[in-house]
């Protein structure tokens, strides 16, 4: 149901994808994140409009190695 995304077991995983791929994942996410508030509730909007902003740093970063703090 989400090929790329059920490939991604570590933030590494990330690095390995072009840049087209990622376009994919963030999709892939996108839908997972819309099916799962569409089942059991929540907030969508927030975590729709952190996709490409997450990845963009999983794959710039070593994440877990460097460290990154959220803050609302």
């Known amino acids: 149901m989400y090929p790329l995304l ?6 590494s995983d990330l690095k390995r994808l072009n840049l087209l791929d990622l376009e994919k994942l963030a999709q892939e996410i996108r839908e ?4 799962v508030v569409s089942e059991n509730g929540g907030h969508l909007a927030p975590s729709l409009g952190t996709v490409e902003l997450t990845l ?7 994440l877990p190695q460097d460290k990154l703090i959220w803050d609302v």
């Open 6 to 11: 059920e490939k991604i077991k570590k933030p």
């Open 32 to 35: 997972f994140l819309i099916e």
């Open 56 to 62: 963009a740093l999983h794959s710039v970063f070593s």
